[in-house]
């Protein structure tokens, strides 16, 4: 991905770092370890959720509602949820049932550090702490934006959302998907998150349906981009880059968007929605330009 | 249990019948087949929501909420919600990596009738679509009630609750639990879902917080009662009884209450805290007696 005319994303950068540095603060505190023998499921939660990461999902719900001046105090919850929904299925993808992966980020999954009885446990409790952090008067005054968060994250994240597009994905293997198909699987499954994340930024700040709207196209568009750069790396990089096992999805047998567009042409798609992704935050003028770089970080990314 | 004095639980049995069908139509109604391969996901959540079962917290739910006179359009709503938190709790507890079940009411268990990738995204899904059903504004046009509700629901069945009791319950083989211990388990195993599904009636009606509290501890008390009931029929019943395998935790080496108090010692203090729970209800006068007939029901039941 290393053929795009250098931008500077220097402001881009130091931003991910730190909302990096402060969605860490905010799953610590959220996530506090407890006594007795059901504490091991919250070591669980933590050695998951407190593992770093790039958090462009909890940068994304920061920046969307950094658009609208809400208090960082409130989008941090925001984006603490959705990053446990995120790790949340990431544990319980990586079971020995569905994806049966051994390392994450270059450390022991859940289950192999734990067992698979935990990590099953650690995912649950994730995603349920996720809706109890939104329901909480802390992270909005009004009743009713914390139920339309609610409302917004479970949209996304069930089984007309991620989980549906974890199904298809586990029957990939067996399905011929075209390209329609490909990407449909890729929105359901990463493209939603991505998006809602952004979406919640506008609803934290009573933004009209429109602009909730706007902000999930661009999301949806730039998790696409991101999910194209990532078959590309993950051809063109090794697993010690990434961090992660390279080639897997084709050695299944899967469709990527690099074995139905070629090397070129999915880094051509990937540009393509990124610029498209970019297009839908011109009314925010200037003020989008962190968002606009991290569309542009999504497909010139190393890792 | 048959040494109780005969009560006549006659108008609770009714009750309890026609909320069950309501909430199956609800279900019905809330978990529509979608096309496309992940389809097979809604199935398998159908499966094991449109099961039957008794619907003990659906009918908790309704009842509770009766007493306030809220409509049955919503607390059926909240009602379906608990339920799916009940069946996703069933679905990943019968999983190889857990208590590992092959048969559930008589039937094969989600993982055996689908397989367990399917399992475990179908219990995921059911959690999210409870909190799904809570948010939206079909529960209650009063967002701040529709929030309560989810950080009711999310509090009882995370890991200061339900997953925490689960996480314990793995680990009972190895603990030595004493008397305090095992109830301390149970409550959070089983009691914490039982009694919010009382606490949300009262939420619903936007009751004070002493009154919720009132009707959780209800369902704290006959939920022990209830699972004390269990224990005792596990002892006394035949798997063609109750339709799961028998003498199952007392087999694991598992401390259960009649292996610490014995049958009869376990009997009696089932009828205590049945006594107990429907003290709690004095308040609500003639009002309450279905609540009342449903505590003696749990410790007097034959399945």
Known sequence: ????????????????????????????????????????????????????????????ACASADLFGVPRARSLRAAAAVEMVHCYSLIHDDLPAMDDDDLRRGRPTVHKKYDEATAILAGDALLTEAFAVLADPATHPDGEIRAKLVAELARASGAAGMVGGQMIDLMAATLTLDDAGLKRLQNLKTGCIIAVACRMGAVLAGAPAATVDLLGNYGMDMGLAFQIADDVLDVESTAAETGKATGKDAAAGKATFVSRLGLEGAKKLAHQLAEQANNQ????????????????????RRN
């Not at 950068?13 to 006594?35: F, H, M, R, S």
């Not at 962190?290 to 569309?295: D, E, K, P, T, V």
Request: charged share 20%.
């Open 281 to 300: 935050l011109n009314s925010f003028g200037n003020k989008a330009v962190l968002l606009q770089q991290a569309a542009m970080f999504a497909v010139t």
């Open 1 to 60: 991905m290393n053929k795009m005319p250098a931008a500077d994303l220097s402001a881009f950068q130091a931003e991910l770092v730190a909302i990096a540095k402060a969605t860490n603060d905010t799953l610590d505190a959220l996530l506090p370890l407890a006594p007795g023998p059901e504490g091991r499921v919250l070591e669980a939660m933590r050695y998951s959720a407190l593992d770093g990461g790039k958090r462009l999902r909890p940068f994304l």
